[in-house]
């Protein structure tokens, strides 16, 4: 298997603009993690899903972050309007809902509002 | 909410065994022990994970203390390829991973 693949690898944007970074889970897999990490606040769990059904969205920051996951194959971050402070790398993770609790992290995509 | 305590920064000398503690003094009775590690501009790696007895597996091994308060990750034969941040976890069957700030492992030549 190839992974969870994100993408894109890199995004610049200017302020104002709507991002969507973009994550292809690991098939199999029906669990699936968005994450943030800045230098100041770390890793941080934005929204998980199971079976495509959004189950706790406590970590996304306002209403400009949106998460949908319309199939098994497909989950989409978005953020409308895009700001300077949502500069961060943003993983995406996956993990089958058997006993061991292990998520395999896609390599991220680094985002940059100007 | 860090439920683990690691120190900042170590340093290892490459060829031999890194030796990560981390503390988890309120850890209840189905919470388990995961490592995490995060080499640069690449996403976190699961390593090994334990309840109570220690584990061994390809990448390292993990003691647990018996009264489980703590824990050490070993990895026997560091190399340059293990500079990394080390995350201890711990976690019940829940999904909300609490990654904290790690330990920042450097190897050095």
């Known amino acids: 298997d190839a992974g969870v693949i994100q993408s894109p690898r890199h995004e610049v944007t200017e302020m104002g603009q709507e991002v969507t970074l973009r994550c292809k889970p690991i098939?199999?897999?029906?669990?699936l993690f968005w994450y943030r990490q800045t230098m100041m606040r770390g890793l941080e769990l934005l929204i998980y899903?199971?079976?495509?059904?959004?189950?706790?969205d406590s970590g996304m920051p306002e209403d400009r972050f949106s998460a949908k996951m319309p199939n098994a194959s497909f989950s989409t971050l978005k953020i409308q309007p895009s700001e300077p402070r949502d500069s961060a790398v943003y993983f995406c993770?996956?993990?089958?809902?058997?006993?061991?609790?292990?998520?395999?992290f896609g390599a991220g995509t680094r985002l940059s509002v100007l | 909410d860090a439920k683990t305590t690691q120190p900042t920064s170590m340093d290892c000398a490459e060829g031999r065994a890194a030796n990560l503690p981390c503390n988890h003094s309120?850890?209840?009775?189905?919470?388990?022990v995961y490592w995490y590690r995060q080499i640069h501009s690449q996403g976190p790696q699961y390593i090994i994970h334990?309840?109570?007895n220690n584990e061994t597996n390809e990448m390292a091994s993990l003691i647990i203390t018996e009264d489980r308060k703590s824990s050490t990750l070993i990895l026997p034969h560091a190399t340059l390829r293990d500079t990394a941040v080390y995350y201890c976890?711990?976690?019940?069957?829940?999904?909300?991973?609490?990654f904290g700030t790690g330990t920042s492992l450097t190897v050095i030549p």
């Open positions: 993770a996956t993990r089958t809902s058997g006993a061991k609790n292990i998520q395999y």
């Open positions: 098939s199999g897999h029906d669990y």
């Open positions: 899903f199971n079976n495509n059904v959004p189950i706790d």
């Open positions: 309120t850890i209840s009775g189905n919470e388990y």
């Open positions: 334990g309840l109570k």
């Open positions: 976890i711990v976690i019940d069957t829940g999904n909300q991973f609490y």
